[in-house]
């Protein structure tokens, strides 16, 4: 099956600072969303984007589909950024998600 | 509804006894999936409904877990002769129709179970 690997697994960011998170997978996909996951536990969909590049306000993600990697770019980070990010694929449209590991970020004020 | 509506928030269960957990989807998504998440751990998928198709249970880790989505609404995830290596929060997801709406997953806030 698919394989997903993200980097860094942790990140702590002084609030203001930028960050780039990175999405490996290891096979052609159909389908790749970013979410976040606040402190309290709650999956919310940040992008869907198999390819190109998307951005919503100081968000932004890119996909490299035929170099099977994903970017998701945080600007001038505030502490409600903090909770962990997940880069999830498939292979089929609208199918199951393989999810990877995540980045947990943490932002100090 | 507005959002995934998962219930109970938690569950509590002896070892061996059986557990039902349910999630009711946003109105008019077709699809539905269940994953479970461990403690510290990424998502692990279970269960993949799409309309009266037949689901993908490719992720079910054994045969005490079964699930059911009835009239493509309401769906029931259960486990029965529960062990503790099944504590985990079970989480709930549902989309609309490809597409058509919008790509994005939604997600419930998910049953925290706990087998002691």
């Known amino acids: 099956g698919i394989q997903v690997e993200q980097s860094p697994p942790d990140l702590i960011l002084q609030e203001g600072a930028n960050s780039t998170l990175r999405c490996n997978f290891s096979?052609?996909?159909?389908?790749l969303q970013w979410f976040h996951q606040n402190p309290w536990g709650q999956l919310i969909n940040l992008f869907y984007?198999?390819?190109g590049t998307k951005q919503n306000g100081r968000l932004s993600a890119t996909t490299v589909a035929t170099e099977r990697y994903s970017l998701l770019y945080i600007s001038s980070s505030q502490t409600t950024d903090s909770g962990v990010y997940f880069c999830?694929?498939?292979?089929?449209?609208?199918?199951?998600?393989?999810f990877g590991q995540g980045t947990e970020l943490s932002v100090k004020p | 509804g507005a959002g995934v509506s998962q219930s109970p928030s938690n569950k509590v269960t002896e070892k061996g006894k059986d557990v039902e957990l349910r999630c009711d989807p946003i109105?008019?998504?077709?699809?539905l999936y269940w994953y479970r998440q461990s403690l510290g751990q990424g998502l692990e998928f279970l269960i993949y409904?799409?309309?009266?198709?037949?689901?993908?249970k490719s992720g079910l880790p054994s045969d005490r877990f079964s699930a059911e989505r009835t009239g493509g609404s309401v769906s029931t995830l259960t486990i029965q002769r529960t062990q503790q290596e099944d504590s985990a929060v079970y989480l709930c997801?549902?989309?609309?129709?490809?597409?058509?709406?919008?790509?994005?997953?939604?997600f419930g806030s998910g049953t925290r179970l706990t087998v002691v």
């Open positions: 997801a549902s989309r609309p129709p490809w597409g058509a709406k919008g790509y994005g997953y939604t």
């Open positions: 096979d052609s996909v159909n389908n």
């Open positions: 984007i198999p390819s």
């Open positions: 999830a694929v498939g292979g089929n449209q609208g199918g199951k998600l393989i």
């Open positions: 109105s008019g998504h077709t699809a």
């Open positions: 409904f799409q309309g009266n198709s037949a689901p993908d």
